[in-house]
């Protein structure tokens, strides 16, 4: 069986940084973009360029038959009830905050309770402070296990009568783990509270059904899933959004406008006001198309294999300390450690200089720094276009830094 090089794919990594072959271990802050993409974004701006849902000329119906078939994509990846369920925005961290705006807002109240994982991203953890403030509603933690994951019986234990919404991250940007968001559902209906899951660490790396989630919410971004930056996408049950005033007004989210009243378009169309990043839309179908041709099977595959060998090589070198999960079963493709008595940052500069590309430092997670004792982390993540020989690179490197500050 051949074995395909999807490297070959995306052309950044033909590159090299500091003379040295470009290793880029970073796909947890951002991915890079196939060839494909690339040539759909650009393709629209050459010879598609129109605004969508308001012109009765070629080019605009084309444009908007080409937006809106990203949302049926959209839909279908995430086994999304009704595409109306689906609709885009700039971010994770926009969509995120759009839930804040609209349900936080009409409906949490003062002695209501937000529960969060201390192991959140800044962007499913401050919308939430904020609101907690604003409403005079109390913002509650679940803890972790001794390895990193989640503790359910502590979720038992803060989610109460008293809860209003739950917003837990599916994949960790820093340990690594899967959350058991079924398992958090039940709890949080039980008490008849709403499940906001931040799926951008997921959707790129695993199959996501929102149905047999059964989340409230669900939000991720383009950027992370090989597609452009600027365009994010928020899921919601139908049935929720119905109760929901949007949290912008403008163009293109209305039916009717007269002199005192407004009248809202549809949903998704009410929630999407002004010109959208149509073009980014559309890099966002085309990264999909990729990565749905390529399989999560296969992703899976490489990306186990490739956590297999940081997770071993990093285990068995004097000084490290791995954060999360030791063992691969456990462990997602985002691997965060710290050399002992050496800043991350300067880890991370030292890899630099070989060509290695990590993310150090509190990875958008500070709560999750102080829970930890530490002041930063240095994370390398990887995607299914890295190679054995990536994390070979790193490893080798990774052992240089270390001896040089040894010495």
């Not at 494909?36 to 050459?46: K, R, S």
């Not at 009830?81 to 995120?96: C, G, I, K, P, Q």
């Not at 799926?199 to 989630?213: F, I, K, N, R, W």
């Not at 930056?229 to 293109?252: D, S």
């Amino acid at each position: 069986m051949t074995t395909i090089d999807y490297r070959q794919d995306f052309p950044i990594l033909k590159t090299r940084v500091n003379d040295e072959p470009l290793t880029y271990l970073d796909n947890a802050a951002t991915s890079q973009k196939p060839q494909a993409v690339i040539d759909a974004m650009a393709d629209f701006y050459a010879n598609g360029n129109a605004n969508v849902h308001r012109g009765v000329y070629t080019l605009a119906a084309q444009a908007t038959d080409r937006y809106e078939a990203v949302r049926d994509q959209v839909a279908q990846l995430l086994n999304a009830a009704r595409r109306e369920e689906v609709f885009f925005t700039r971010s994770t961290t926009d969509s995120l905050n759009w839930v804040v705006q609209t349900y936080g807002e009409q409906f949490v109240s003062a002695g209501d309770e937000i529960v969060v994982a201390v192991m959140e991203h800044h962007s499913n953890l401050v919308p939430w402070q904020q609101l907690a403030i604003r409403k005079g509603a109390t913002l509650k933690y679940v803890g972790l296990q001794p390895d990193g994951q989640l503790d359910l019986e502590d979720a038992r234990k803060q989610i109460t009568a008293k809860t209003k919404i739950v917003a837990v991250t599916q994949a960790s940007n820093v340990l690594g783990v899967t959350n058991p968001i079924k398992t958090l559902a039940r709890l949080a209906h039980a008490q008849h509270a709403v499940l906001v899951v931040d799926g951008a660490q997921a959707v790129a790396h695993m199959p996501v059904d929102v149905q047999a989630l059964d989340a409230d919410f669900y939000a991720f971004s383009a950027h992370k899933v090989y597609g452009p930056t600027g365009v994010g996408v928020l899921y919601g049950k139908y049935a929720l959004l119905e109760q929901l005033t949007p949290a912008q007004f403008g163009g293109e989210m209305i039916s009717d406008v007269d002199w005192q009243t407004t009248e809202f378009a549809a949903i998704p169309e009410r929630f999407e006001a002004g010109t959208p990043n149509v073009c980014g839309v559309i890099g966002l179908g085309a990264a999909l198309t990729y990565l749905q041709r390529v399989g999560f099977a296969t992703v899976q595959t490489i990306e186990k294999r490739l956590t297999a060998q940081l997770l071993d090589g990093l285990t068995q070198m004097p000084g490290i300390t791995v954060y999360g999960p030791q063992t691969v079963a456990d462990h997602g493709p985002v691997v965060a450690f710290n050399v002992e008595n050496v800043h991350g940052h300067d880890v991370a500069t030292g890899l630099d200089l070989a060509g290695v590309e990590v993310r150090a430092g509190h990875h958008c997670a500070q709560p999750l720094m102080r829970y930890l004792h530490v002041s930063a982390t240095v994370r390398a993540s990887v995607g299914f276009y890295n190679n054995e020989a990536d994390v070979e690179r790193f490893l080798t490197a990774l052992k240089s830094v270390k001896e040089f500050f040894e010495s």
